[in-house]
């Protein structure tokens, strides 16, 4: 049943959806080894429940250590993660009622005291000054800029042709993920038409002149290319991020959140 259940996913919202990314990376350290060869009817809720209650942070071999996957100061799995896990079984146990083959709704609980993991954030008044920023040595600066102003995904903002602009308009049509490939986006509302408000419009027309200071050429047509024409990786566009938070002495992150600051504008 799992193995249709995973063909209905990306039939349904895609190979790249995160939803069939979740699945994936539960059912082989969490789901499956404890369902083991049990039919569905033979699950109860305190059997999810406990896929629940004794899921541990999995462990990576390398050939001089052993690291554990988890970003707690416990060692256990986030509540976060859990969370994340609830989901996916609920998701496949919704998807069998639908289909008529159980009746079960299992209510299920993250246990007490798992730790939140908090992410570092840009302060308000760091976000603002950011986005305001027209002169930098940091060449991912409107980059920076532009996913702000616009809320966008990292991927969204890296995968930017020139092509994709018209006047005041901008077509969000593709988006590159952690492993250098371009995909349609994360969900069917990834594809999009977005308006360059007046802000919006003025970091594009610095990107543009910034290209043509640098004499840098694209053959892809890149908005955000490296020096040598090539797209950008999610590593570099990381590694400048926090090189930037660190030149100007705000908090040191590596990732924007997509449409955390719109408010700001």
Known sequence: ????????????QGAQSTVLHHAKSFEGNHILPKCKHKK??????????????????????????????TQTESGKLSEKTLKNLRGVIGGF?????RGDLTTLN???????????????????????ALVRTRISNNPMLH??????????????????KMSDIDGKMMHIQRSLNDKGKITGG???KANRQEYLFPLAYE??????????????????GWLFPQADGSITSHAIYRRKLTGYCNDVGCTPIAHIASGTVLSLL
Do not use: H
Request: with cysteine; glycine share 2%; net charge positive.
């Open 40 to 69: 569905l009817s033979q699950m109860s809720t305190l059997d999810w429940q406990e896929i629940i209650n004794t899921a541990k942070p999995v462990k990576r071999k390398y050939k001089t250590k052993t690291i554990t996957l």
């Open 106 to 128: 299992p209510e299920l609980i993250i246990p007490r005291g798992r730790e939140k993991v908090a992410k570092d954030v840009l302060t308000t008044e760091e976000a603002n």
């Open 186 to 188: 994360k969900n069917f």
């Open 1 to 12: 049943m799992w193995e249709e259940y995973l063909v209905y996913i990306e039939a349904e």
């Open 143 to 160: 980059a920076f800029r532009l996913q702000i102003a616009l809320g966008l995904r990292s991927g969204e903002v890296l995968a930017l």
């Open 203 to 220: 970091i594009v027309q610095d990107q543009i002149k910034y290209r043509k200071q640098q004499k840098i050429a694209s053959d892809r």
């Open 93 to 97: 146990m919704k998807w069998c009622r």
